[in-house]
């Protein structure tokens, strides 16, 4: 069984119903049940609510990944409703706005790494608690191309992936040998409901695009198949790894 945090909308929706289909029973985790605004797969329809209608075996936990308390009820509501935590997937992440450093103010800053780099390290040391009782599990923790490079006017935002591209390496060094698997995946920008307007934006999607070599923004869908893999047996001996998934951004 799998739990997935920010699973209402964008990356962490299709990575929960996508493990669905691979017949993986969730919980979905976030502060918010219903999908957000601008989320273009089944708008207004609920992860878990989708889940179940597709046949699957879902359950929605309210969850805020800055809190211990609600990340350790969280789990605690996995393993009530399944019987164990094999997968968790810690994809929840804030960005707040563009702008040039000296500009950004501390706010923005504490948001964006309180809720990536803290919630995602609360997290891993939740599931791990977890993973050390019923003897392994396997972590993927979704990070972003802004922590392997800088990307313009997103000051606070890689600063705070570059520490969860780090801490999934810190992980798996520290349970490689508990059957404990930890990695991460580095998306490119994608027209989530968090990139819907910078997609919508021409200057910025061109420039995304013209930066790409394959020219053209990632779709939602495609966290999919890396997301399944890092969690299955096909990774078996793949730990402590950051799947860039961003269509050669990063390769130049
Ligand atoms: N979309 C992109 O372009 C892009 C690119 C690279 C990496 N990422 C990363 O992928 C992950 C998912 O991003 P997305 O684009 O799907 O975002 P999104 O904003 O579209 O969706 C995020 C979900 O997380 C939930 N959430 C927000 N704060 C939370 C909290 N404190 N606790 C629990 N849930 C919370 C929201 O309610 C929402 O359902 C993030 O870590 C993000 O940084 C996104």
Redesign the pocket.
């Known amino acids: 069984m799998a739990a997935v945090?920010?699973?209402?909308?964008?990356?962490?929706?299709?990575i929960a119903i996508g493990y669905a289909k691979e017949g993986a029973k969730i919980v979905c985790?976030?502060?918010?049940k219903e999908?957000?605004e601008?989320?273009p797969c089944e708008p207004g329809v609920a992860t878990d609510d989708h889940i179940r209608k597709l046949g699957g075996e879902a359950v929605y936990v309210p969850?805020?990944?800055?809190?211990v308390t609600q990340l350790k009820q969280m789990v605690g509501q996995a393993v009530e409703s399944f019987g164990s935590l094999d997968i968790m997937v810690?994809?929840?992440?804030?960005?707040t706005a563009f702008g040039p450093l000296h500009e950004l103010n501390e706010e923005d800053w504490d948001v964006t790494v309180?809720?990536?780099a803290k919630?995602?390290f609360l997290g891993c040391q939740q599931a791990v608690r977890q993973f050390l009782k019923q003897g392994g599990g396997v972590i993927v923790n979704?990070?972003?191309?802004?922590g392997v490079v800088g990307l313009l006017y997103e000051t606070a935002?890689c600063a705070a992936?570059g520490a969860?591209f780090n801490l999934t390496k810190a992980v798996a060094i520290d349970y490689a040998d508990k059957n404990i698997r930890c990695n991460g995946i580095?998306?490119?920008?994608?027209?989530?409901?968090?990139?819907?307007d910078?997609f919508r934006t021409p200057k910025f999607r061109d420039r995304v695009e013209a930066m790409t070599p394959m020219g053209r923004?990632?779709e939602?869908s495609e966290?999919v198949g890396p997301a399944v893999f890092l969690a299955s047996d096909e990774s078996s001996f793949v730990t402590g790894h950051n799947l860039v998934v961003d269509g050669g951004y990063t390769i130049r």
Do not use: H, Q
Not at 29 to 32: E, G, P, T, V
């Open positions: 945090t920010g699973s209402s909308s964008g990356f962490g929706r299709a985790a976030d502060i918010r999908p957000l601008k989320e969850c805020d990944v800055r809190s810690n994809n929840a992440g804030a960005f309180d809720i990536t919630g995602m979704i990070c972003s191309i802004g935002y992936k969860t580095c998306p490119n920008y994608s027209a989530t409901p968090m990139s819907a910078a923004w990632m939602i966290i």
